[in-house]
Each structure stands twice: as C-alpha cells, then as structure tokens.
C-alpha cells in the first residue's frame, strides 16, 4: 500500500531534510515520492513535525530483574479500570502489554534493554516477545563471569576472549555487550563490599579497568556495532565522578558507552559533602570524543531501581521504600531490586539538576542519550515532560521554585540557557541512537528506511505534544493516531548473529558439564521456544 | 485415537473446544488452575482476560507462599549454579520437594570450585538439615548424614527462630542441637546457603529465614536458593507477572487483572461454590475427582478416556515429553527449553487453549 503523510514538518538530520513536505510509505518501507503515483491513504500532517520513530538505547524493560521487580511492588501498581478491549492485558498496571503500548503512543518504536544476564536469555526474550508493537534488543551482560574473569587470569589470546564474547552474542541473541560494576558483583561473592575502577578481584587478580578493556577491545574487534556499554564503579556515590571520569580516560581512543551518567554526577562538595560534578564531566565527555553517554536522568516520585549492580543495590537496600528488596547472587552478575522515592529535598533535587546539566552542557546531541535508565531514575513514563524541560528554559525555572535551595546553590543549572531544539531531539531520540547501534534501516527518513515514522501535531505544550503522538507507523504499519492505540502487533528482537568458534563451543560443553553437572544446551534455545512468527530481525557486525 | 469428549461423548476437538468456549462465555466465575508451561500458561492468562476469569496453579498454595515471600517481603538468593560452585555450607531447611532431592545429593558429592575454600581434611561441603529426623530428608552421597537443627517438637519457624536468636547470642529458652558446630560452620564458611521452598514451610517460616540470612551478611555473605515446590507453578508465577504485573491468584472478575492471593485462591473459590466453572489444565494424567457440586468442569489433560464428571475433555500432550515446551528449571533458576522426549501428535496445553479462546467471542486480537 501507497501512503502519504502530507503536508508535515520534515526533520530528518541524517538527509538534512528540514521543512515542509510531503512523506511516502510503500509497505513496510519510506520510499521517494513516486512520479505521478497516488496515494491509496493520505495522512494529513498540516500543523505536525515528522520525525522517525525514536529509540531508546537503556530502558530495563524485561528479563528477570524486571520481572522480580514487578513481583516485588504488586501494590505500586494496580491496575485500572477496563479499556475498550482492544488491547490486551495493557490495562495492567506494570505488564509488557501495556509497555510497548505506552511507549508507542509517544512515538517510540524501537527499544533495548540493556541488561541481560546470560542465562536469563531466554525469560528475557519470552518478555520482549510480548511487549506488542515495537521492535527490541538486548545487551548481554559480561564482565563479572567466571568463564570470562579466568581466560583474563590466565592470559588467554584476545582471540579466545573474541570467541567466547561472539558465542556470547549469538547464543543469548544480543544486539551488544554491557559490562555493570566490571568484577565487582565477583567480588562481593567473596564478601567485598565497595569495587572500584582498580581493584581487584579476588581469587582471579583481575581489575575492574582490566574487565572494562578487555571487553571493550574484544567487542570493537568483532565488529559489534555498539560499543562496550559500560556502567561504571561505585554508582551513586558522592565522589563517584572520579571513577567516570576514569573511565572515560580508560576510553584510550576506542568507542565506549557510559550508561546513565547522571548517577556519577556526583562530588563531595558543600556540608552535605554531596555536590553536582556535572560541568567536568560534561567538559570530559566534550573533549572526548570517542565516549558516548546516557543521562539516567531522575524525576520525582515513587519508583523502584531494577539493577545488576548487586553489591551497589545491597548497600542501598537501607534506603528501600517501602521497606522491602531484593538482592540475587547470579551466575555472573545477578541484580538487586530496591523500591526507592526521589522527593524534593536535596538529594534528589541535586540528582534531578545534575541530569539536566549533563543533558544541557555536552555540546554534541550525537554523543548524548536520552533516557531515565528506566525505572532506575524515573519511569520512562515522565519522557514527555523531560523532553519539556530539556526544550524550555522556562519550564526548569518553574519547577527549580519548588525544589531545594540549597542543591540549587550547588547547581549551574538555573544558569543555562540552553533549549534543545526540534532537530537536536530528532538526533538525540532517533538518528544518534540508531547509529549507536549500527541501525542503518531506521533513525532516519531516506528512501529505503523502515517505515518507523511519528508524527507529533505542534502544541505549546511539548509534553502534551511529544506524550500524545498524532500518528505512530511501525514498519508502514499504522499503529497510533491520536495518542490511542489503533493497531496491534508484534515487532522483533533485533539481534547479532556472528558464528560461534567450534573450538569455542567444546570447551564451553567441558565448563558446564564440569561446572555445573549439566550439558551446554541447557543455556541456549532455539528461536522455535518464542512462539511467535518472526521473533527476531538480524542486524549485520561491521565489517 | 480419541482426544476429544463433551460429556462421555466422542467429538471432533473443534468442537469440544466451541463447547467449551460456550460453557466460559455463560460462566458467571471461572476459574483456572494450572499445572502447564509457559506457553500453557501465557494462552490460559490471555482467556482468563477474556471470559473474565481467576486462575491460580493447581496445587496453589505452596506456589503462593513462595510469591509472597517476595510480595510482602523480598528476599536474597542465590543461583542454583552459584550455590553448586560456592557454597561450603548447605542448610537444608525443612523438608524439600522429592524434586530437589537429586540436587542436594549432588551438591554432597561435589565441592565448591570457585573462591577455594578451606573445606579442611574433609574436602566435603558441611550440610545441615534444620528440622527433625522424622523428615524425609535427601539421601547424601557416600551414606553421609546432614546435621540436624531442630527445637524438639518446634515447628520449622519456631525452629528458625530459635537458630537467629541464638546466633545473635540471646538466650533461648529451648536450645537447637547442634548448634555449637552450625556456629562454627557459620563462622568459617564463605558462603553458606539455605536450601527452601514453600512445600511444607509456612510462610513465617520464610520470613524467618530470610531474618537469619540477612542478620549474616552483616559480616560475611550468605545467601538462599529458592527450589520451588513446582516448577510448573512458579514457571507460571513468572509468567503471569510479566504478563499482569502480578503473580498467580490473579483474577479478571472486572476486566482488569486483581491480585488478590485470598479471593482468588482457586481451591478455595471452588470449595465455597463461588466458583461456577473449572478449567483444569494439567498435561499429566489427573485422577478423576468426585464432583462436589453443580460447577461444571472442562479438563484439559493427557488422557485417553474423558475425565469423570467433565462437561469437556480434550487430550493434551504433556510439555516437554509430547511436544517442545518452554518449562520453568529449578536447576538454573531459569526458564528453560526443552525438546519433546517422545514427540506425538498430541496437542500443546496452549494449542488447545487457543483453539477455545477462538471462539469466544470479542474484538481484540489475542495477545499469545
Ligand atoms: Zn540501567
């Protein structure tokens, strides 16, 4: 089917088409505009920006930690009363129906969830399989495993070490690699209890920098798009910019991502000896331009902090509210699950100000990602009305009076002028992402793209605006107009499928066999296991 | 081969299934209990939503206790594979599953390889049992015998208790045996941990221990490994909460998923005639039951004969054995894929389920 989305603001970065015009869909594909061809379906966009679908590249959506949180909170998330029965189980009040329909609805149509364990490949992707409308992926999690801590040990040849990261990769159906609090969840296994960037752990002699470059050298090497995803040491620590900006040295001139760096935005400034690091780390981040990073920014409210960073989540389990969590030694990382409420005092309002600052200060929208590390810093729910305060100065300055002075005093926040402006959320949201990722087919609006497309009409009120999208097309599927839910099915997981080293293979059947009484295919699956069409999209390594 | 009845009637499964579709959609409270796979269970939650049904695993309350350890309190634990590698000392606590009896044999003969532990001459882990030497407890390796813990006639919680209090150094008015050498086991080890499930453990229990465990990691680590008293159930539990944001006992009654682990407790429903429909499903041969009341009953189950007392019977295969299957393992922690043993053209539990929600009738698309 011919379709036409007439009459909108283009912004696309990535063609430089900036204006009004007109947008062709063929199928499931954005195609030039036919000569003298006629539209079978013409969407009137007068008064709207077209922009592609956008992308979240951290947003723990699914997998065990999640589920746990779920399981956990039953109370926090209620569910209400019955929709029109058009989409299923999304009236839940925290199911995976109802997350790929609420991001939907703001235009979002690609998600990744960036911690997977290894061995939860297949709950994870069972999960991802029924959060309808939008495509997936996942980032498998390494770094604090056995397998991987004694090849290093023992100076395995970065060869082996490429090997075991690519059957990594495939067998878990991963789009990348993520490395949380590298070594540290080992050492808490033997009842260490704070891990930083140069210690090590024991029983193997291996340092956390050492884990963090051996990845990220093995995952450049393989030509995996995406580079090695990194959640640094001693996240949410006063002086915790130390260890970022350590790792971000660490880069050494090759690609590395910083996740939600918001949470080592943090000196130890002022009598509370807790101040924003925000201004030097954006400078870092500035001047360093092989290192990419995502905000992890925090809203106010009640949320919960789903993450593999175990021995971080069980020293914040005091700070549980309500007062419950639940920490999980796992085969490498494990996780911990911590109910926790950001309040407007001077803890949060200085987390809340120092995201904004990362957001405001790096200079470059192509190395700078949006997200709240959902649910971490706040449901991806409060997207529309972040996207508000990144794109009016007057909106921070509204909220800044209700928050606490005395944070605000340690915060050059009320200070920037910056506004994002439209094209600069379309990279932020959608073309950096997809090149952060190695998505040629999306992120963009050039002929031959997949047919990812949100329209948004113009309001005063961008929250309104960017919450409530006029129309959603996912593959040239017409999937929301006016913010409802018009359409539902099911996208894919998007994953790498480099071939596993037979060598690789038999020593693994040995390790597990020997480790763990029991034989290899007791961790990997066939895609048949999904039940459904077409689980999963595959996406090419660089060559 | 027959696979399908409605009553004691021969029929084509399409048609028991519009029967049974028929019986659902007249039903003033159905209700579900399971004892299926993943995708047995994903089929029968996205029906439960559409005839406005409760469900709850067929063996429920074991399988609820373990949930709400988490709902109510949350919990550490630990992976199985972890707990094979790592622990220098296992407690059994109470009595465990037949199930995981094999498990705790193994974790007898072999030690630890991971952080070396000095497991002194004996080169064994140190495995105690807390409880009484009534229990059927796990035959170890070698004709070793665990520690036993207990408070004379104590129940498990008392028991528990007890240990907690006494290894914080209160007095206790009833001492456990052997607690000197569970003190000095503690005391060595790098990381002890308790074997649990809900079978047979109440759910104070459960709290208990977790008091203990948490009251150790104070100073050193220690964790719980969770084996649960049904695979099938808390493979089910894990799905209903991603599906509905909550475990099992949740229910449709208003179009919208409630957990309520009281009200929607299935047996329970039934035996106080709330109930007016029960969808049993369940891939093993189930012994037929005596009817107690008007409530009609559809079974779902690997039989070749219809279930006495059954409106509807349709023959199921069972997961794993009669076709693929994605299970719950208690020996990774995980979900699990597992091929079919003795594959045979009996239908999956979702199959059947699925067929049946065709034809009840609505406007959504079903969602598994
Ligand atoms: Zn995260």
Redesign the pocket.
Known sequence: MLTKIAGGDIIDPVNGRLGKGDLWISDDKIVAAPAGGAAERTIDAAGCIVMAGAIDI?S?IGGGNVNTARLLLPEQHAAHQARPATTPLSNAGWSTFQTGCLYARMGFTTVVE??MSPGAALHTHLELADIPIIDKATLAILGNDDFLLSMIRDDASSQMIEDYVAWTVASTRALGVKVINAGAAAAFKENVRTFSLDDVVPSYGVSSRKIVKTLQAAVDSLGVPHPLHV?CNNLGSPGSADTAAATIAAAEGLPLHL??LQFYGYGTEGKRRFSSAAARLAELVNATPEVTIDI?QVMFGQTVTV?SDVMRQFSARGSAQPKKSVIHDGDGNGGGIVPYSYGKDFYGTMQWAIGLELFLLIDDPWRVFFTT?HP?GAPFTVYPALFELLMTREARTEMIAGLSPSAMALSTLAAIDREYTFEEIAIMTRAAPARLLGLTDRGHLGAGATADIAVYRRDQNIAKMLGQAAYVFKDGDLVVQDGEITHYRWGKALRLNPSPDKAMLRRLEDYHQQRYGLSLDWFDFPDTAIAREQPFGEVACRT | MAVAWIGNRETLVERAAAHAAALLGSSRCPVFSLDTDIHGTRAAIALAERVGAAYDHADGAAVSREAALFTDKGAMTVAPGEARRRADVVVVVGELPQIHHQFVGELSATVPDLSTPDLSARNQREIFLIGSNEMSAPRLSNGRIATILSCGEASLGATLAALRAQWRGRQTSRPVSNFDDFAKALEAAHFPVFLFSGDATEGLALEMLQGLVTDLNRKSRASGLHLSASENGWGSALASTWMTGFPLRTGFARGFPEFDPWRNDVARMIAAGEADLHLRISSSIVQPQKKRNRMALIALAKTHEPVAGAAVTIAIGEAGVDHQAVVYSSRTGSLRSVDARAASELPSAATVIRLVASHVSAEAALPC
């Open positions: 951290h723990h960036p911690a959640h996740a939600h992890g993450s590390d971490n």
